[in-house]
């Protein structure tokens, strides 16, 4: 029976010494992980290409009826604009979910933090002024809806920018994951454990990708 316990306490700590990982397996799974076409390189790419479609200039409104209509509520433009605030802000949550210690003013597009609120303050005000500005200059509905569709459509404009920003970040997402080498196996597998870069970054491109479709 001692015999037995031995042999058993052996084999436990030949296990335990297997299973535990290399003190730099965290270091090199997150090495791993910012590679081309990896997750965390893929959640990088969507933020950076979603954040430049969204930057574009706008071109000066002046003196366009169009403008003011196509931002009243419930038209394309205020319609494309919620969408635009919302893949912001989807992009800066998946940035929070996948890099929780990261400094938070990177993240000050998530819902109720103070960017995605000043932006929202923003439209709701230009909503407002174009509500206004409608009652006082009237048109015929049918006419102004398809002079607000074009204007809309214009680049630099928000449909034309939010479609842009979408397809972009669902390439990213889109782009395969490779194959990795036999010499990159461990550092895969450590990578993808729950609580791991990988695995945290995967979950966050998922639930971006399903914000993004609904766009």
Do not use: W
Request: some cysteine.
């Amino acid at each position: 029976m001692k015999i037995t316990s031995i042999i058993y306490s052996a084999l436990l700590a030949v296990a335990a010494a297997e299973a535990a990982p290399a003190p730099n397996a965290a270091a090199e799974a997150n090495r791993f992980c910012q590679r081309r076409g990896e997750v965390c390189s893929k959640l990088k790419r969507a933020a950076d290409a979603a954040a430049e479609a969204l930057a574009l200039p706008e071109p000066s409104a002046d003196a366009l009826p169009a403008h003011h209509f196509c931002y009243r509520p419930g038209e394309v433009c205020s319609k494309a604009k919620r969408d635009a605030l919302a893949l912001a802000e989807a992009v800066a949550e998946a940035h929070a979910s996948a890099n929780p210690d990261a400094d938070p003013g990177h993240f000050c597009n998530r819902r109720g933090e103070v960017c995605s609120k000043a932006k929202r303050d923003a439209l709701a005000s230009a909503e407002a002024a174009a509500e206004a500005y409608a009652i006082a200059n009237p048109v015929p509905l049918a006419e102004a809806r398809a002079e607000a569709n074009r204007f809309c459509q214009r680049r630099g404009e928000v449909c034309s920018k939010v479609k842009r920003a979408a397809l972009a970040v669902a390439e990213a997402i889109a782009e395969p994951v490779p194959i990795p080498e036999p010499e990159a196996a461990a550092a895969h597998r450590f990578c993808y454990r729950p609580g791991e870069a990988c695995s945290k970054h995967k979950r966050a491109l998922d639930d971006l990708a399903t914000e993004v479709s609904k766009i």
